[in-house]
Structures are given as C-alpha cells and as structure tokens.
Nanobody
C-alpha cells in the first residue's frame, strides 16, 4: 500500500535551515508528481511546491519560492523540502502528498528561540 513518512522537523531558531524528508513506498515513485503542503496552527492548508516524476519540473507557491526548494531522490524513493531563513510564521505541520490522495502523517516544524 502507499506509504509516505515525513521526517526532519523540529525546533529551529529564526534564520536557520531545515531539510524535511518524505520516504515513499508502495508505488512507483518516479511515476508521480509529489507535493509538499503545510498547515499553520489554527489555519488551513497551504500548498508549498510540487515536483514532477523525474525531478526536472518544479512549481512553487510564489510567496514561498525564495526560501523553499523541493527535490527528490528517485533511487532512494525520497522527497525533500529544503527551507532556508526560517521565520516564526513557518511554524507548521508539514506534509508530503501524492496526487492529493495519499498523505503522510506530517512532521512538525517550530521556529523560535
């Protein structure tokens, strides 16, 4: 069955960086667009980015693209999200998704001192 498991979240100081990972299994990873979303506490879901099967095509939420980078390692069946210059407003639960049907459980990112 399709499984997506995020990791890499934690407490980070403002200005810091993180790399989130999403381990995928149960499907042909290179065949699907993959997505990153986040949910800020008390707010709705916000789309961050998506990446094509080969990794060559990437699309971003224009308000976030300067600090966020999506990538994937097909050999490792893993999706990544690199976040730079973290801000308190980046505090959220971060999710990876496939086709908006399958979602991971999320990884929590907290930005603060």
């Amino acid at each position: 069955q399709v499984q997506l498991v995020e990791s890499g979240g934690g407490l980070v100081q403002p200005g810091g960086s993180l790399r989130l990972s999403c381990a995928a299994s149960g499907f042909s990873f290179a065949s699907y667009w993959m997505y990153w979303w986040r949910q800020v506490p008390g707010k709705g879901f916000e789309w961050i980015a998506r990446i094509g099967g080969s990794g060559d095509a990437q699309e971003y939420n224009v308000t976030l693209m300067s600090r966020f980078k999506i990538s994937r390692d097909i050999a490792k069946n893993t999706l990544y999200l690199h976040i730079n210059d973290l801000k308190p407003e980046d505090t959220a639960q971060y999710y990876c998704a496939r086709n908006l049907v399958y979602w991971g459980q999320g990884t929590r990112v907290t930005v603060g001192s």
